[in-house]
């Protein structure tokens, strides 16, 4: 009988340790990645650092050309 009781404990702090390490960790940023872009004009767009809150502006003159981006501010 003490055995039996043993066992059910056993296997029921193993069940509660496996749903305690399988829950997904929380994000601060609310589902959203670290950078996020705003769009400025039609040839420009702002993308701001979420965690530290530093912008850069990116351009793009013509269609087959990559964009150019300033530095991220201070």
């Known amino acids: 009988m003490k055995q039996c009781i043993r066992c059910t404990v056993g ?7 496996a749903a305690v390490h399988s829950e997904p960790a929380k994000q601060a940023t609310s589902g959203r990645g670290p950078y996020e872009g705003v769009v400025g ?3 420009a767009v702002w993308i701001v650092d979420t965690r530290t809150g530093r912008v850069r502006k990116c351009t793009q003159e013509f ?3 990559t964009p150019r981006c300033s530095t991220f501010s201070k």
């Open 63 to 65: 269609s087959d050309q």
């Open 41 to 43: 004009s039609e040839n």
């Open 11 to 17: 296997l029921c702090l193993l069940l509660a340790q």
